[in-house]
């Protein structure tokens, strides 16, 4: 079975400072990884994600994060952040093979950030 | 708005009550995934669709939780009788199979309190 373990449950943080939320999965196959955020009083919405190659992946509003297999992790990082970007943040896994992928996604806790001003 | 739908966007009912939500999926997408979320949680799996054929249910799904996608296209979510801990936001997200590529698209949700 997959799990998903996000380390912080609330952050804090003034504008411009930099940003990194932990995210552990555990799994022992192939995996495709992503990072959602939910704005307040909006839905889910896709930050960015890895299925292959580079394991430094880019997502839209200057957020980035790292895939390292031997550790199990898929770190978001920001290196600026904006009061704009206080939001709850979820890492999710889903499990694929050969290029294909299952289903269903297995979410963490998520991580509220608060960026105050 | 080409996005998924979901209706209706809250629901209040009593304990012991049958509810019923409706989920559109984004049109071309032939997958659809139902998620419960509770508060301080992840949204956690309950069920998803491809085309009409239901491929998975979480075991944690009761007998009282039923899906349907007849013309795989919206689908519904039916849960009977129900408890004070059915009560979470309940999330509909749909997909394009993929060879390599399963993002999936969610909705604004449906809140469920059971008095």
């Known amino acids: 079975a997959q799990s998903v373990s996000q380390h912080n449950h609330h952050v804090i943080l003034s504008e411009a400072a930099s940003l990194e939320l932990g995210c552990n999965y555990s799994y022992g196959g192939t995996v495709n990884l992503f990072w959602y955020v939910q704005y307040p009083g909006q839905h889910l919405q896709l930050l960015l994600k890895?299925?292959?190659?580079?394991?430094l992946v880019k997502g839209i509003k200057g957020f980035e994060a790292e895939f390292i297999k031997s550790k199990f992790s898929f770190n978001l990082r920001k290196p600026s952040v904006q009061w704009s970007d206080t939001a709850e943040y979820f890492c999710?896994?889903?499990?694929?093979?050969?290029?294909?992928?299952?289903?269903?996604?297995?979410f963490g806790q998520g991580t509220i950030l608060t960026v105050h001003p | 708005d080409t996005g998924v739908s979901q209706d209706p966007r809250h629901k209040i009912t009593k304990r012991g009550q049958n509810v019923t939500f409706r989920c559109d999926p984004i049109s071309e997408h032939n997958r659809l995934y139902w998620y419960r979320q509770t508060l301080g949680q992840g949204p956690e799996f309950l069920t998803y669709f491809q085309n009409e054929a239901q491929l998975e249910k979480s075991r944690l799904l009761s007998d009282r939780f039923s899906a349907e996608r007849p013309k795989g296209s919206f689908s519904t979510l039916e849960i009977q009788r129900t408890e004070q801990g059915d009560s979470a936001m309940y999330l509909c997200a749909s997909s394009f199979r993929d060879r390599v590529y399963n993002e999936q698209f969610f909705g604004p949700g449906t809140r469920l309190t059971v008095l």
């Open positions: 890895y299925f292959s190659g580079d394991p």
């Open positions: 999710a896994v889903n499990a694929g093979a050969g290029g294909t992928s299952y289903g269903k996604l297995t």
